[in-house]
C-alpha cells in the first residue's frame, strides 16, 4: 500500500531564517506530486506541483520554491521566511490515471510558524 | 477558470441523522472530477468520494453519497447515519488536469 511521509511536524522559524520541508511516498512509482498551503480557517491552495523529476510548475509567486531531486521526494524551500509564510503545509500525491482528475492523498502535513 | 462555492460555513446535525453539504462549482472544462476530502481537527486530510463529469449514477462510499446535478453544477455531499467521529471540516474540490480547486469548507458538529 501507498504512504506519504512528510517531516517536521511542527516548525517555529524566525522571520529571514531558511526552510526545507521533505515528503517522500512509498509504494508507487512516477506519482504526481503537490505542495499545498492552509492558513487557519480556510481552505487548501497549491503552491506548487509536479509530474516528474526535475518537473516544477509554480502556482503562486512567492518566496517558495520546490524540488523533485528523485522520483518520490518532494522538498519545499525558502531562503528567507517571511511572516506570511506561517501556515499548514500539505504535500500529497495522486496517481498516474485515465480520468480527467486524480484524488489526491496526503500526508500528515507540517504546521510552521514563523516568529 | 475553475471555482468551488460552499456556502454553509459551519453545520449542526444530530447523531445517526443525514446530513446534506452543499458544493456548487464553475468550470469550462468539458471532463473534470468532483472530489469530497474530509479534515478532523488533527489536520490529515481524507479522500472521501470522486464523481466523474461523464458518471451517469451518483458516487456512493459506504455512508457517503454525491448528490450529482450536472445542469445545476451541484456536487452535495449526503452522510448518512451521522456518528460522532464525522464532526470535521468537510471541503468540496473540482479539478481536471491534475489539478484541484479547493472550496473554504463546511464545518460540520455531530451533536450526541
Known amino acids: 500500500s501507498q504512504t506519504i511521509h512528510q517531516w517536521p511536524a511542527t516548525l517555529v522559524q524566525p522571520v529571514g531564517s531558511p526552510l526545507s520541508l521533505e515528503c517522500t511516498v512509498e509504494?508507487?512509482?512516477?506519482?504526481?506530486l503537490y505542495w499545498y498551503r492552509q492558513a487557519a480557517g480556510r481552505g487548501l491552495q497549491l503552491l506548487f506541483y509536479?509530474?516528474?523529476?526535475?518537473?516544477i510548475s509554480s502556482e503562486v509567486p512567492q518566496n517558495l520554491s520546490a524540488s523533485r531531486p528523485q522520483d518520490r521526494q518532494f522538498i519545499l524551500s525558502s531562503k528567507k521566511l517571511l511572516l506570511s509564510d506561517s501556515g499548514f503545509y500539505l504535500c500529497?500525491?495522486?496517481?498516474?490515471?485515465?480520468?480527467?482528475?486524480?484524488?489526491?492523498?496526503f500526508g500528515p502535513g507540517t504546521r510552521l510558524t514563523v516568529t | 477558470a475553475q471555482k468551488i462555492t460552499q456556502t454553509q460555513p459551519g453545520m449542526f446535525v444530530q447523531e445517526k441523522e443525514a446530513v446534506t453539504l452543499d458544493c456548487t462549482y464553475d468550470t469550462s472544462d468539458p471532463s473534470y472530477g468532483l472530489f469530497w476530502y474530509k479534515q478532523p481537527s488533527s489536520g490529515e486530510m481524507i479522500f472521501l468520494i470522486y464523481?466523474?463529469?461523464?458518471d451517469q449514477q451518483n458516487a456512493t462510499e459506504g455512508r457517503y453519497s454525491l448528490n450529482f446535478q450536472k445542469a445545476r453544477k451541484s456536487a452535495n455531499l449526503v452522510i448518512s447515519a451521522s456518528q460522532l467521529g464525522d464532526s470535521a471540516m468537510y471541503f468540496c474540490?473540482?479539478?481536471?488536469?491534475?489539478?484541484?480547486?479547493w472550496g473554504l469548507g463546511t464545518s460540520l458538529a455531530v451533536n450526541p
Open positions: 500529497a500525491w495522486s496517481a498516474l490515471g485515465d480520468r480527467a482528475a486524480l484524488e489526491q492523498y
Open positions: 474540490d473540482v479539478g481536471n488536469n491534475r489539478k484541484l480547486i
Open positions: 509536479s509530474v516528474g523529476i526535475g518537473q
Open positions: 464523481q466523474g463529469s461523464y
Open positions: 509504494g508507487t512509482s512516477n506519482p504526481n
